[in-house]
């Protein structure tokens, strides 16, 4: 049992856990940064040596060998791990690996960029948001796949007439089109309370698909106005934008209709259940399809801000993101083709 019963005991204490959680977690980034830097010079010099003389694939396997032997205790020097290594250099010349993000990464997830994200640009977007958001190289994998890079900030929305800069930017940025529910199992055909119900049912992988910061508030959130009952269909708090998040489901085509809808549920949540320190609150129309010349001339002159969007069900994307997404065969193939190349 602790003898120190003083509150300023405590706080030292708590001032001293973080302290060392902080210096533990920056030793581990400077850790992860020296080793990526070493694999960068690793490769760099194994690129030169095999320019300047003409070797082959075989000097990789005999390095392998020789830096094993000499280094027991050190794993990542296996012949494939030095080829990644080859290809990293390739990727970033000596004065770029120090301009990029890529060395705060895991070595695992800079393998993973390397070789399913050819687009520089879509590249960086994955690196800043695996550093914002912690994410796995599984979770990384995942995001590539579903080719989060050409659905973030697709929506359509009214935000940047409706909300002030930056806030307008940033809520923007936090929607998508399409939204990808083809982890409920469903069918194409499935009604908007069969998908809602699955939904809350599998409410961690949506909060995935939702993206960072959204908080799950409640689903059939009861609102009385004027003496009669309504129901909003999901409702979240979104901890970066300081604001509650109302969505509506739709199992149909997008109708003007459904911003009438939701533009008064908006105002009621705005009313009866945001703080006043809150920022105004949004709302997200989610529909089996939409005519986007449609869902622009139903927002404009909404007073709330709100965004409109596409979901799927099954695993099928749009064809103009999925003919800019190769599938996992072919990432297969291009991986081993080009290690042939590398031999």
């Given at each position: 049992?602790?003898?120190f019963?003083?509150?300023?005991y405590?706080?030292?204490?708590?001032l001293?856990?973080?302290?060392?959680?902080?210096a533990?977690?920056q030793a581990?980034?400077k850790?992860?940064?020296?080793?990526v830097l070493?694999?960068h010079h690793?490769?760099t010099r194994i690129?030169q040596s095999?320019?300047?003389h003409g070797?082959?694939?075989?000097?990789?396997d005999q390095?392998?060998?020789?830096l094993?032997r000499?280094?027991?205790?050190?794993?990542?020097?296996s012949?494939?791990?030095l080829?990644?290594?080859r290809r990293?250099?390739?990727?970033y010349?000596?004065?770029?690996?120090?301009q990029?993000a890529?060395?705060?990464l895991?070595w695992?997830?800079?393998?993973?960029?390397m070789?399913?994200?050819?687009?520089?640009?879509?590249?960086?977007?994955?690196v800043?948001?695996?550093?914002?958001?912690?994410?796995?190289r599984?979770?990384?994998?995942a995001?590539?796949e579903?080719?989060?890079y050409k659905?973030?900030?697709?929506?359509v929305?009214?935000f940047?007439?409706?909300?002030?800069l930056?806030?307008?930017?940033l809520a923007?940025?936090t929607?998508?089109d399409p939204?990808?529910f083809?982890?409920?199992?469903?069918g194409?055909d499935?009604?908007e309370r069969?998908v809602?119900k699955?939904?809350?049912?599998h409410m961690e992988k949506?909060l995935?698909?939702l993206?960072?910061g959204?908080?799950?508030v409640?689903?059939?959130?009861?609102l009385?106005?004027?003496?009669?009952?309504y129901y909003i269909?999901?409702l979240f708090y979104?901890?970066?934008?300081?604001?509650?998040v109302?969505?509506?489901?739709?199992?149909?085509?997008?109708k003007?209709?459904y911003?009438?809808?939701?533009?008064?549920y908006l105002?009621a949540i705005d009313?009866?259940?945001?703080?006043?320190?809150d920022?105004p609150?949004i709302?997200l129309i989610?529909c089996?399809?939409?005519?986007?010349?449609t869902?622009e001339y139903?927002?404009?002159?909404?007073?709330?801000?709100i965004?409109?969007?596409?979901?799927?069900?099954?695993?099928?994307?749009?064809?103009?993101?999925?003919?800019?997404?190769?599938?996992?065969e072919?990432?297969e193939?291009?991986?081993?083709?080009?290690l042939?190349?590398?031999?």
């Amino acid at each position: 049992m602790n003898q120190f019963i003083d509150p300023s005991y405590a706080t030292l204490l708590e001032l001293l856990k973080q302290q060392i959680s902080t210096a533990r977690y920056q030793a581990a980034l400077k850790v992860n940064k020296d080793l990526v830097l070493l694999y960068h010079h690793i490769g760099t010099r194994i690129l030169q040596s095999q320019e300047t003389h003409g070797w082959g694939a075989k000097v990789i396997d005999q390095l392998s060998k020789d830096l094993r032997r000499e280094f027991p205790d050190m794993k990542g020097f296996s012949t494939q791990n030095l080829k990644y290594m080859r290809r990293f250099a390739q990727e970033y010349g000596g004065n770029e690996i120090g301009q990029q993000a890529v060395d705060q990464l895991p070595w695992g997830h800079n393998v993973v960029l390397m070789y399913r994200v050819a687009d520089r640009k879509a590249r960086e977007f994955y690196v800043q948001k695996t550093i914002a958001q912690g994410w796995s190289r599984d979770r990384l994998a995942a995001q590539i796949e579903s080719n989060l890079y050409k659905r973030e900030g697709k929506a359509v929305t009214n935000f940047k007439n409706q909300l002030a800069l930056p806030l307008s930017d940033l809520a923007n940025n936090t929607l998508k089109d399409p939204y990808l529910f083809d982890f409920l199992g469903l069918g194409k055909d499935a009604h908007e309370r069969d998908v809602e119900k699955a939904l809350i049912n599998h409410m961690e992988k949506f909060l995935l698909e939702l993206g960072a910061g959204f908080a799950f508030v409640g689903r059939q959130y009861h609102l009385e106005v004027g003496g009669q009952d309504y129901y909003i269909d999901l409702l979240f708090y979104h901890l970066k934008l300081r604001c509650f998040v109302v969505i509506e489901l739709k199992d149909k085509e997008f109708k003007p209709e459904y911003a009438g809808k939701l533009n008064f549920y908006l105002s009621a949540i705005d009313d009866l259940v945001k703080h006043q320190s809150d920022n105004p609150s949004i709302g997200l129309i989610l529909c089996k399809t939409k005519n986007n010349v449609t869902a622009e001339y139903a927002l404009r002159d909404i007073n709330k801000p709100i965004g409109l969007a596409e979901y799927r069900l099954s695993d099928a994307l749009p064809e103009e993101i999925q003919t800019s997404l190769p599938t996992i065969e072919a990432l297969e193939h291009e991986l081993a083709k080009g290690l042939k190349n590398e031999e």
